[in-house]
C-alpha cells in the first residue's frame, strides 16, 4: 500500500509537468530525483516547452547536467536556494527592513595617520605578523560597472611600468614574505599562501595570466584558484528559475557575489593545513586597489596588536559614494554588532531610524560612517570555528528591480547574493570586531567606473576610474617620498576622460624597494628634488636616492647584489602626457579608459647588471 501511495504522488508530481512526463525515459535515476526536487519546488515552468522524445534529446541531458551542478554547489542544494528565495523575494516585496529592530551609530575604531610613531610600529609589528598570514583575492566579478572586456587583474596598475595589478599584488606578498622572514626570531620560513577566488568569467584567463608570466616570480605551489559557481536567475515573487532566452534547456545564472570565498575556503580545507603550519591571519582583497598594500602593515599590525578577530580596512568616506559605510548596529534587545551596511542600505537604513537626512556628509565634509575598503584581517583560529559552525554559509540578499510599485514583476531576472564582508553577522557577541581608518591618498583607489559614468560622479566624489586609480599611485608615492624628506614638486590639475584629477610626478617603485616606511626612509637622504613633469622608476631593490635632483625621466633597474646611488642632477626632455579619449578605438582599451598615454621623448635609463656599488655616472 505504502509504496503504491507514493508512486501515485510521484505520478502526480509528473502530471504536472506533462512534457516532462513523456521524456522521463530518457533520464537516467538521478536525472528523476532531480526533476521530482524541482517540481517539488514549484518548476513545472522550466518544461512547458519540451519537445517530445527524439528531438533535442542532447540538450535535455544538458539540462539536467546544469541542473546537478547548481544543485550540488549551493549548501542545501536547489530546494534551499528556492525556499531562501521565496523567503527574501516575500520580505523585500514587502519592504521588509534588513535590519530592523537596529538603530545605527557611529562605531569608533583605531584611526592611523601615515608616517607617525604608532603608525611606524604597527607597520613592523605586521611585517613581523605577515609570515603568519595568509592573502584571498576575490576576483570573480565581471567589472560590469568597468566594462572592460579583459580580466580587472590583468590591467596595468600604473602604465609608467606597465605592471598589472596581478604582479603588483604578488610581488607585494613576497617582499613582505621576505621582509618578515628577516625579523623571524624562530627561523620559520614558510612561504605565504596566495589565493584567488575566481568565477566562470575570470577562471581560465587568470589562470593563463599566471602561467604565462611563470607566476610574477611566486612558487605556483604557493598559489590556490578557488572558483565560485553561478547560482540561479529568479524570474518572479515565486523564485521561479529563469531560462536563458536563447535556449529553453538552459537556466540563466548569474554570481552570488563575492560572499562564496567562505564556503570554498572552508571546503577547500586549506584552513586545517594553514593551522597545522602556524598561520594565524587570513587577509581578504579586491581586484582593483593599487593602494592596497600601502595599508596592509600597519593594519595587520594592528589586528595583531589589538588581538581583533575581525578587522576591516575603511577611509573617509564621501556621502553617497558607492563604498559601504561601518556602521555600529544596536538592537532593541541590546545585542549590538559592527558591521559594513552596503552602499545601497545605508540612506534608507538611516532615514528609517532618526537621521532625516540619511547618507549625507558632517561638519568634515565626509559620512561619519567610515567607508568600508573590503579588506578583512581575520584571525585564522576564530575564523575556522566559526565556519565548522556555518560551513562559511554567509546571509544572502536579494535586490529585484521591479517593473512597478505594484511589486509583482521584475525588469530583468533577479538571483541571491552574498557579501564576503557580512561575515562577522553570525559571529557570537564576544568576537573583538574592530576596525581600521586610514587616509584614502594612502589605501583606496578602486578601478570600477568607466570613464562616461566617472565623469558623471558629483564633484568632489572619488570616480573610481581608470583615470584616478593610476593618478592616485602617482600620489601615494610622491607623497610618501615627501613625508621622508623628497621635495616632490606639487601636482598640477588635468581633465582626464572628463574627470579633473591631480597630476603628480610619475614615481613608481617595486615593493622590494619599499614595502614600509621606515624602509623607505633609509632609501632617501640628503637634498632632492623632484619636478612634477618629472617620472621616476625604480624596479631595482638597494637602490638610494640622493641629493638627486630630477626633472625629466629616470628610469633604473638593478640587480639585488648592485648597490646603486641616484644623485646630481638629472635634466631631460623626460615623458609627456598626451590626452586620449576614451571613444578613440584606435587606442588600446586598457589605455583609452585612461584619458592618456606617454609620450617617452627622453630618459636617462640605466640598467645594472654586476654586483657591486654604482652611481648615475657609471
Ligand atoms: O560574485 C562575485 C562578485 C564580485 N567578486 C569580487 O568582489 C570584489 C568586489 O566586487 P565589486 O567591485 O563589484 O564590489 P562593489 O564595488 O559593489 O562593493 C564592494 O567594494 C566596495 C565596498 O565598500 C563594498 O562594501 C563592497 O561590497 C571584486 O574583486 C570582484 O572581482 C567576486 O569575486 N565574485
Ligand atoms: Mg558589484
Redesign the pocket.
Known sequence: MASSTVDSSVSDLFSSAPALQSNLEILSPDQIELAKILLENGQSHLFLHWSEPGVCDNEKLGFFDQIARLNSSYPGGLAAYIKTAKELLADSKLGKNPYDGFSPSVPSGENLTFGDENFIEMEKRGVVEARKAAFV?????????LGYNGI?VALPRETTTGTCFLQHYIESILALQEASHKVASDGNQTDIPFII???DD?HSRTQDLLELNSYFGMKSTQVHLLK?EKVACLDDNDARLALDSNNKYKIQTK????G??HSLLYSSGLLDKWLDAGLKWVLFF???NGLLFNAIPASLGVSATKQYHVNSLAVPRKAKE???GITKLTHADGRAMVI?V??NQLDPLLRASGFPDGDVNCETGYSPFP????QLILELGSYKEELQKTGGAIKEFVNPKYKDSTKTSFKSSTRL?C???DYPKTLPPTARVGFTVMDIWLAYA?V?NNPEDAAKVPKGNPYHSATSGEMAIYRANSRILQKAGVKVEEPVKQVLNGQEVEVWSRITWKPKWGMIFSDIKTKVSGNCDISQKSTMAITGRNVFIDNLSLDGALIVDSIDDAEVKLGGSIKNNGWTMETVDYKDTSVPEEIRIRGFRFNKVEQLEKKFNQPGKFSLED
Do not use: C, F, W
Open positions: 583575492l576575490v576576483a570573480g566579478g565581471l567589472g560590469e560597472r580587472k577566488m575566481t568565477s575570470t565560485q554570481p552570488h557575489g563575492h562564496d570565498v579586491q581586484d582593483t558607492a563604498i559601504g559594513n552596503e552602499y567607508g568600508n575598503i573590503n547574493e557579501m564576503m564582508q578602486p570600477k
